[in-house]
């Protein structure tokens, strides 16, 4: 057994294989809109009632014709044979594919091994958001604009993300969203204090019901940034995020390493202007590039504000209770860290408190809040049904915390 | 007389947050009055002193506000939210020096940190205390 493992990892070294996808043809023209044949009730995920009619496969093309390294992670997973690198030949992540000499075999030796250290690291274990939740969140039509992207230089196109105009998300890209999340939490739980899923989870039903696409005044893409957090992170007090995240050794940060390495040479593109749409709501560069400053600024207030100050409040509720994520959480929204510190005093926390009891204050004084919880609840019903239902049942506590949608 | 004296025994006993606390607008107002006086002032020191009466006072009242019975908290966090927009000002006070690009720094926290949604903009907490920031920075 021994020996044929041996035999393997060999063959794997001497023979490396090309692992790109075969290329789709990439426009460079404004993407055409393109309506589904055929019965979509199945094909689209977030119309599962069929209720919506949606039949625009725009979101899908462009994802299907992106070549961006996160999209490119993503495929890699769907390749037979080519995903575990700890009992099967490995695959191969930095291979060199035209060269064999013997120092890029001992690079890839090199590589191997940091990768299956890293599967065995404590990071890897952070908690993944459910497939099935992100498919509940996504039954909600949170209307306003929405960007077809393409690739390359193609004009983005707007939308008006609402009735039969939204588009049809399919399993694809469902399945995208479900890998792209979860690795940017897995990245960022190799390099700071992991972040407590359910958050990002709520966050992300909240803002945009995980229509990345979105961008109107309010804000871009998936975690609806606006400008200050964004300059914050490329090139200001929060630049750490993005260097760390380029210095990383976790596979799992690989395919935000472009982005970041970008940013940091050359600032965030602009976020108010027009023409940069595409680099905050696309599939591939935007969504990168979204989940790297969305969970980066959600880790700069955790750590740089919140934490310090519940700390030094209630030194035994911030480690034990989660509350600091609470807080992040109101800190992140329109009434920003002001609110959340405004809110500590106010509620008197202190290691007395009792933490259900401050998570009730906050839902009835805090609108950011309490709507976060709603659109919770709303999630859960569509667990239930994805019609709407005439009596929507009382959801557990676990159920609002999050707990039955992380595993 | 006696009943006078009574009268006025009582009413020294009657807790000083019965009467009215002072308002967000309060606040505002004060600090618009505050920053007039230190664009007048030539030195650092005096433009901080200036500063350093807002807190005072913010300090005074919501001392009261926490000890206040009701339970109504929406007056006390609207005072408490601009008092914590000022927080990197005040701390501002502390330091002998502070160069320009730290300056940059503090207040693109201040705008970042804000969570206003709106692009052309902050809150009026945050706008309020840039002012200070960029009459203290300069």
């Keep these: ?407 | 007389m006696r009943l006078l004296g009574l009268i006025v025994i009582l009413f020294a006993f009657v807790p000083a947050h019965s009467a009215a606390l002072k308002s967000a607008a309060d606040f505002f107002a004060e600090s618009k009055a505050l920053h007039t006086k230190a664009r007048q002032e030539k030195s650092k020191t005096k433009k901080y002193a200036q500063l350093l009466e807002l807190k005072k006072s913010f300090d005074k009242e919501l001392k009261l506000y926490r000890q206040s019975p009701s339970q109504d908290l929406k007056p006390q966090l609207a005072v408490s939210r601009l008092y914590y927009a000022f927080e990197p000002a005040f701390e501002l006070t502390t330091k002998k020096e502070i160069s320009p690009k730290e300056c940059e720094r503090i207040k693109l926290s201040v705008k970042a940190t804000d969570g206003s949604g709106k692009e052309d903009g902050p809150s009026p907490e945050s706008a309020e205390v840039l002012r200070w920031l960029d009459l203290l920075c300069d």
């Design chain 1, 1 to 407: 057994m021994q020996r044929k493992g041996f035999l393997l990892l060999i063959l794997s070294i001497l023979i490396c294989h090309d692992l790109a996808v075969a290329e789709a043809p990439v426009s460079a023209a404004t993407i055409p809109s393109r309506e589904a044949s055929g019965s979509v009730t199945a094909l689209c995920v977030n119309d599962k009632a069929g209720l919506k009619q949606l039949h625009k496969m725009d979101i899908v093309d462009t994802l299907n014709l992106s070549k961006d390294p996160l999209v490119l992670a993503y495929r890699k997973t769907k390749e037979p044979n080519k995903t575990a690198a700890t009992t099967n030949p490995p695959a191969c992540t930095t291979c060199l594919t035209n060269n064999l000499s013997p120092w890029n075999s001992v690079r890839s030796i090199v590589a191997w091994s940091k990768e299956t250290l890293h599967l065995a690291s404590p990071a890897a274990d952070i908690k993944k958001i459910k497939k099935e939740c992100i498919e509940a969140s996504i039954q909600r039509t949170p209307g306003n604009t929405g960007y077809v992207c393409g690739p390359g230089n193609a004009k983005a196109r707007a939308f008006d993300n609402a009735g039969d105009s939204a588009p049809c998300l399919d399993q694809s890209s469902v399945d995208y969203m479900h890998f792209a999340i979860n690795e940017a939490l897995k990245c960022f739980a190799a390099e700071f204090k992991p972040i407590d899923t359910r958050f990002i989870l709520k966050k992300y039903n909240n803002e945009t019901a995980f229509n990345f696409f979105l961008s109107y005044g309010g804000g871009k893409g998936l975690g609806q940034l606006t400008s200050a957090p964004t300059l914050d992170i490329g090139g200001g007090n929060a630049e750490y995020i993005l260097k760390d995240i380029v210095n990383s050794e976790s596979p799992a940060c690989e395919p935000f390493k472009n982005v970041a390495k970008n940013d940091l040479k050359n600032g965030p593109p602009r976020l108010a202007s027009s023409a940069n749409v595409c680099a905050w709501v696309s599939p591939g560069e935007g969504l990168t590039r979204n989940l790297i400053y969305s969970l980066g600024y959600y880790v700069h207030l955790r750590d740089k504000f919140i934490l310090p100050v519940l700390r030094r409040r209630a030194p035994a509720l911030a480690n034990n209770s989660g509350l600091a994520d609470d807080f992040t959480l109101i800190s992140y929204g329109p009434d920003g860290l002001k609110e959340a510190k405004s809110l500590m005093d106010a509620l008197k926390v202190s290691d007395k408190s009792n933490p259900d009891k401050i998570r009730l204050e906050l839902e009835k004084n805090n609108d950011y809040y309490q709507q976060t919880e709603q659109k919770m609840s709303e999630l859960q019903d569509f667990l239930e049904s994805p019609l709407p239902l005439k009596k929507p049942s009382a959801k557990t506590k676990s159920q609002m915390r999050g707990d039955t949608c992380v595993y």
